[in-house]
């Protein structure tokens, strides 16, 4: 593992919608208020990959029973931000169809939803002079905050892998380049990572569709990247309900 992970006990809590922006034609943010008296959710600088669990309720009968109870569907989300005690910030790609999306395109301001976690904190290294970032939509929140987090001294090079269409702004940071790429499958990514040239001690941070991931984690290797220096994620398969991120990138290739 690279970094270090940092416990927290397992909560679920109840929540509203608070507010809710519209940062791209495809992309929602939720301001969720916790109920009075829930746990905060964790916020350490440096742990992008942070996640939410996040409950919706049945769409045909409106109940969101949460554990010890019952278990709603589920899907897993970046902590965004944390701006007080009682609130989260969660951005969602709104796609075609799944629980998540079908809540969050309709969602207004009082929806509920039930947030579980993080069940731990993983922040990663702090002493690294460039940081290579490779994304799509549904990790925009990840790469938001390695522009926000990075150490002052380092450089962040984002690439985002997204269809045509306007991308939310990220945060600006002095040392940073941001490269929309094209395609699907992970090879605008992969081309993107090889012109940077990675050096020994940059780090490689990637996560989005786990073909696009496959195609990155074969590049770093091809490129003869140190494992301590690629970090990479499947946050989602095409033609996959609620894939289980701890899965392999690989173990269920087609
Ligand atoms: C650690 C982690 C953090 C994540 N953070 C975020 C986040 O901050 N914001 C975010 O939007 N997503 C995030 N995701 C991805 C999100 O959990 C998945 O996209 C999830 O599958 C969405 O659930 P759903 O109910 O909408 O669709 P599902 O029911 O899971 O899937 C239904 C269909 O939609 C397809 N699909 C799923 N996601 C996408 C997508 N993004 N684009 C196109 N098609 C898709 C599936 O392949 C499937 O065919 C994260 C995932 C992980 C593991």
């Given at each position: 593992m690279i970094g270090r992970l940092?416990r927290?006990d397992?909560?679920?809590?109840?929540?509203?919608?608070a507010?809710?922006?519209?940062l791209?034609p495809?992309?929602?943010?939720?301001?969720l208020?916790l109920a009075?008296?829930s746990?905060?959710?964790a916020f350490?600088?440096?742990?992008v990959?942070?996640?939410?669990?996040?409950?919706?309720?049945?769409?045909?009968?409106?109940k969101?029973?949460l554990?010890?109870e019952?278990?709603?569907?589920?899907?897993d989300?970046?902590?965004r931000a944390?701006?007080d005690?009682?609130h989260?910030?969660?951005d969602?790609v709104?796609?075609?169809?799944g629980?998540?999306t079908?809540?969050?395109?309709s969602?207004t301001v009082?929806?509920?939803?039930?947030v579980?976690?993080?069940?731990g904190?993983?922040?990663?290294?702090?002493d690294?002079p460039?940081?290579?970032?490779l994304?799509?939509?549904?990790?925009l929140?990840a790469a938001?905050?390695?522009?926000?987090e990075?150490?002052a001294?380092?450089s962040?090079?984002?690439?985002i892998?997204?269809p045509?269409?306007?991308?939310?702004?990220?945060?600006?940071r002095?040392r940073?380049?941001?490269?929309?790429v094209?395609g699907?499958?992970?090879a605008g990514l992969?081309?993107q990572?090889r012109?940077?040239?990675?050096?020994p001690?940059?780090?490689?941070?990637a996560?989005?569709e786990t073909?696009?991931?496959?195609a990155?984690r074969q590049?770093?290797?091809?490129l003869g990247l140190d494992?301590?220096d690629v970090?990479?994620?499947?946050?989602?398969?095409?033609?996959?309900?609620g894939?289980?991120h701890h899965?392999?990138l690989d173990a269920?290739?087609?």
């Open positions: 940092v927290h397992l909560a679920a809590r109840r929540a509203e919608v507010e809710i922006a519209e791209s495809r992309m929602r943010r939720f301001t208020r009075a008296g746990p905060p959710v350490e600088r440096l742990a990959g942070d996640h939410v669990k996040l409950g919706f309720p049945d769409p045909t009968t409106g969101l029973p554990p010890p019952g278990r709603p569907v589920m899907r989300y970046s902590v944390v701006p005690p009682e989260v910030v969660v969602f709104i796609h075609g169809a629980p998540a079908d809540w969050a395109a969602a009082g929806s509920a939803i039930g579980l976690g993080p069940r904190s993983h922040i990663l290294p702090d690294r460039r940081y290579l970032v994304v799509d939509e549904s990790a929140p938001a905050r390695w522009l926000e990075a150490p001294g380092a962040v090079e984002v690439a892998e997204a045509d269409g306007d991308l939310p702004t990220l945060p600006r002095a940073a380049s941001v490269t929309r094209d699907t499958d992970g992969a081309a990572l012109s940077w040239a990675p050096r001690g940059d780090l490689v941070w996560a989005g073909a696009s991931m496959l990155v590049t770093a290797r091809a494992a301590d970090d990479v994620h499947g946050y989602w398969k095409r033609g996959v309900a894939r289980d899965q392999p269920d290739a087609s």
